[in-house]
């Protein structure tokens, strides 16, 4: 061999032993005669070993090769010791395996292979793709890996290349220990790895930081901490690069042995279980089951088939069921070593069962009819399907077959339901309704046992009230597909039953209760027992019960609270000859409420409650009655004037009122001078109607008579057509204004066709409301204000008007001798009796003569009005105060209180005997100065002729 075939196989079996590490590449990065595309890497195959993959281009000759030797001697070294001929795979472009056998090298780090033909690897065919499998790692350096392409003992080739690391490499999941470079997924939690450069060199954790997010520059540590923050690391010094995850097992089951998951369910001790788990750490290390019974102790040597209790991931743990004492277990899987923590430790509860018997349960002993029953099959395998069945004899009478093919409630576990025909002995889950319920001879479901039971429910409305029993057949084999066949009943005996009761429900109205006006509108609501659907309103007649239809419906359904309601219904209808047309006759009456079940006796409407029901019938079933008072239409309402007129500046009126049983009513307005306007009102769900603004400009001033007309409960004006001609009928309305007021010569001749035609026809139950008004102008008018006011005071003035408020403003001026306006104040609030009120501030208002003008923007009125002296008119008042002022004078035993000018304050009270001169009798005020002396006899006859003094002098020198 030849120097250049030596070191050729010396950089390339040093580049296999490198790459012979679990998940570690290797790069050859130069080569003596290799182009740059050259490469080498090693990827991981199985625990500890690895694929060592060499693919070169060579553009020089290479021909005639019959021999590859690779050498890894050095540091790193491979042992090639465990590889096999099947290990190993030569090929050429034509990707045909050319290995022919291989030889190992008596000292570690040698594998020659001999090629089955000689193949040329030139530049028209120069790929080789060496691939060597199940090599293991001596030691890990940065040395070549050499690898020679021979010719017998001429080496044709020879390639050389320092290793580059990638991933896991030597590193043994079953110890979870070894060594990680570029590329590797690491974890939180993660212990005894080492570190290394792709490179060769051994890194240290401060050259790695992670390099995005919230936790940018942070470090990462080794052992890495359970909390390390997830995502990419790169060293600062090569180009290396590792992902920090946190480890998780993402399934765990405990299946039987029908592949079944019995987890949180029962596992039967006859069967086999196994225990299946998929995890993201499995290039980490393994998981481990344990198994505890109840008192906590550890079984799980016990129930571990094979003692095998670690798994890689996806794959499976076998478990005998039956090695272990009947009870609940506990199953724990988490990582074998550091990472047993949060998302990588899992658990669940199984019960091993050694009762072999299914048996069926159900959730309540007594039920009402109609609500629903669940039952549980237990103590089957999980996976198992099971017939349950009722016999045709606890059907409730009268029920269809589509009925008794509901029985059975399509929910839970149920895999199918229905009937079984006994006339073409087969299992009927599409029943029509041509189908015969005399040819049902049981309803059934199939189902399925999951998650340790199999639930389903019983719909029991379809049930006699009576003791029902239900038969629950064992899984055979013709019930493992959920497909129910006649064998599965007819050829096998019932391995269980349970038995419970269905009671008679009940159901009460509540509305309506009472009176009921005919054509009003009104609630229809009540409360059923569990397992109502829909119920029905029936008005009774002498012996019979009629169906009443709600807004057009003869059911009305339940809700999940079980109540019912359906409001603004009008439960009268003359037209009707059922339950509806005997709510239309005032009177007293039966009202009763049903399951609507029980009203279908399929005497009528099929499908649906019967037309009449017999009192036998409607007390047999779910039922109840009230007594409800059917009284005829009411009318009434007014019309909204103000001071009993309607101003033509306005020529708008309101009117308001009630009219129960009513679509809607007609008003209308006559004058004297034969006119008239009329006008059709709707009337609102709660009976009520308002209309404003009618427009009545037709009319000329002078009285008005209003009129409020309704139908009546026969829903017609008059008797049956006075209003039509000629084949067409007329909005009462229409007619009055069209024809009543076109052909009469005064308004009495109008009204007295109107009530003619309506209130007073033969046979007519027509109502109407009549009232009167006066159609005349405008007139804002000021009332009752006195003649004077003081400044610095509020002035109150009030006034009539016949304006409407709404559409009207009245304003109050102040106006001065010179006309000009001193203040003003306005208003659009007043009653219907016209009177209005302003309150108007006089501060800062001089002393004068003033007009007071009121104006509603086209109508005003005037008064005057004296402005005085600010208190001038409660002088007299004041002045009496003074005289008891005055009673004090006496207490001036020093004239100290004379002498004061405060003294001529006191004057006015003096003018108080005057009535106008009360600054003398201010000086009694002064006098109160002394009314310490008050309580001294014979003081009050001093201070009243000083006071008569003062007043005489005071007049004397006014009339100086």
């Known amino acids: ?48 070993t690895s694929t060592v993959r060499i693919q070169a281009d060579y553009p020089s000759s290479a021909n005639d090769v019959n021999n590859v030797n690779i050498t890894a001697t050095g540091s790193p070294k491979i042992d090639f010791s465990n590889v096999e001929t099947g290990d190993v795979t030569v090929q050429d472009d034509g990707g045909s395996d050319l290995t022919s056998s291989i030889t190992k090298g008596t000292t570690d780090g040698e594998l020659d292979i001999s090629l089955s033909s000689a193949t040329d690897f030139t530049d028209g065919n120069g790929n080789i793709t060496i691939t060597v499998d199940n090599a293991n790692f001596q030691t890990i350096g940065t040395n070549a890996i050499s690898a020679d392409l021979n010719n017998d003992a001429n080496t044709r080739d020879t390639l050389s290349a320092s290793p580059t690391y990638e991933g896991r490499f030597a590193y043994s999941v079953a110890d979870d220990t ?161 990472l047993a923590f949060g998302d990588a430790s899992q658990s669940t509860t199984v019960t091993i069962s050694s009762q072999t018997n299914a048996e069926i349960n159900v959730d309540n002993d007594e039920v009402t009819q109609g609500s629903n029953n669940g039952y549980a099959i237990e103590n089957s395998n999980e996976g198992n399907f099971h017939v349950v069945v009722i016999e045709e004899g606890d059907f409730r009478s009268g029920i269809s077959a589509q009925n008794a ?26 029943v029509g309704s041509s189908d015969n319920i005399n040819d049902v001879s049981y309803a059934y479901a199939v189902t399925e046992i999951d998650g340790g039971d199999g639930l389903g429910s019983i719909e029991t409305q379809f049930l006699d009230d009576s003791s029902i029993s239900v038969d629950l057949y064992g899984a055979g084999t013709g019930i493992t597909d959920g497909s129910h066949t006649d064998t599965d009943v007819t050829a096998n005996t019932a391995v269980d039953d349970v038995d419970f009761e269905v009671g008679e429900g009940d159901v009460e109205l509540a509305e309506p209760s009472g009176a009921y006006i005919v054509g009003s509108e009104t609630d229809v609501n009540g409360t059923t027992s569990e397992g109502i659907d829909e119920v029905a309103i029936y008005a009774r007649n002498n012996n019979d019960f009629e169906v009443v239809t709600i807004d057009g419906s003869r059911t009305v359904e339940v809700d999940a609270d079980d109540t019912f309601e359906e409001t603004d219904i009008q439960l009268s209808d003359t037209s009707d000859d059922l339950g509806n047309g005997i709510l239309s006759l005032p009177g007293t009456y039966r009202l009763g409420v049903i399951d609507a079940e029980d009203a279908d006796q399929g005497d009528s409407n099929s499908g649906g409650p019967d037309d009449t029901l017999s009192t036998s019938e409607f007390n047999s079933g779910t039922s109840s009655t009230s007594s409800i008072v059917v009284t005829d239409t ?105 024809q009543y007021a076109q052909s009469a010569s005064s308004g009495d001749q109008i009204r007295s066709r109107i009530v003619a035609n309506t209130v007073e026809d033969t046979g007519s139950d027509d109502l109407i409301v009549n009232d009167q008004f006066r159609l005349s102008g405008g007139l804002t008018t000021v009332e009752d204000l006195a003649d004077q006011a003081e400044t610095g005071s509020d002035l109150t003035v009030e006034g009539v008007t016949n304006r409407q408020p709404d559409d009207n403003t009245i304003t109050v001026e102040l ?30 208002v001089e002393p004068g003569e003033y007009t007071i003008e009121a104006d509603d923007g086209d109508n005003t009125d005037r008064t005057e009005i004296e402005i005085v002296e600010e208190g001038a008119l409660e002088d007299g008042e004041d002045g009496e105060d003074g005289e008891d002022g005055e009673d004090g004078e006496d207490g001036e035993d020093g004239e100290d209180g004379e002498d004061g000018t405060d003294g001529e304050d006191g004057e006015d009270g003096t003018d108080g005997e005057d009535g106008e001169d009360g600054e003398d009798g201010m000086d009694g005020e002064d006098g109160e100065d002394g009314g310490d002396t008050e309580e001294q006899p014979g003081f009050g006859a001093i201070v009243a002729l000083i006071a008569l003094l003062g007043a005489a002098l005071l007049a004397a020198r006014r009339n100086n």
């Open 178 to 338: 070894g060594n990680v470079s570029d590329g590797a997924t690491l974890y939180q939690g993660e212990d005894d790895i080492t570190i290394f450069n792709p490179g060769g060199s051994e890194a240290t954790e401060t050259n790695l930081e992670r390099t995005a997010g919230s936790s940018e520059g942070e470090t990462l540590q080794t052992p890495i901490p359970q909390d390390q923050p997830t995502g990419t690391y790169a060293s600062t010094a090569a180009d290396l690069n590792v992902t920090v995850q946190e480890p998780r097992i993402s399934s765990f089951d405990v299946e039987n042995g029908n592949g079944e998951d019995v987890s949180d369910g029962i596992l039967q001790t006859g069967q086999t279980g196994t225990v299946v788990v998929d995890f993201n750490f499995a290039d980490s290390e393994e998981v481990e089951l344990t198994v505890e019974d109840e008192s906590g102790t550890d079984v799980t040597s016990e129930i571990t088939s094979d003692a095998t209790t670690r798994t890689e991931s996806g794959g499976e743990i076998s478990i005998d069921p039956g090695a272990v004492d009947a009870g609940e277990y506990t199953f724990t899987v988490a990582g074998a070593d550091d």
């Open 815 to 844: 106006l001065d001798e010179e006309g000009d306006s001193v203040t003003l104040e306005s208003t659009d609030e007043w009653g219907t009796d016209g009177m209005w009120t302003v309150e108007m501030s006089l501060e800062n």
């Open 405 to 430: 093919s509901n029985i059975f409630r399509d929910v839970d576990d149920f895999s199918e339901t229905g009937v079984f025909n006994a006339t073409s002995e087969t299992a009927n889950t599409s």
């Open 1 to 48: 061999m030849t120097d250049t075939t030596q070191r050729f196989r010396a950089v390339f079996l040093a580049a296999l032993m490198v790459t012979s590490i679990v998940g570690a590449g290797i790069a050859f990065t130069g080569s003596v005669a290799a182009a740059s595309n050259d490469s080498v890497t090693i990827s991981a195959d199985g625990d500890g």
């Open 634 to 738: 009411e009318l009434n309402g007014s019309f909204i004037t103000y001071n009993g007129q309607i101003a033509d500046d306005d020529n708008q009126i309101d009117v308001a009122g009630a009219a129960p049983g009513q679509d809607d009513i007609t008003v209308a307005f006559v004058s004297e001078r034969g006119q008239a306007v009329a006008e059709s009102i709707s009337v609102d769900s709660d009976e009520t109607f308002e209309q404003e603004d009618i427009d009545i400009g037709d009319l000329s001033q002078g009285t008005v008579t209003a009129h409020i007309i309704s139908e009546g409960r026969d829903g017609q004006y008059g008797d049956n057509g006075s209003l039509s001609a000629s084949g067409n009928t007329y909005e009462l309305a229409t007619v009055i204004e069209d």
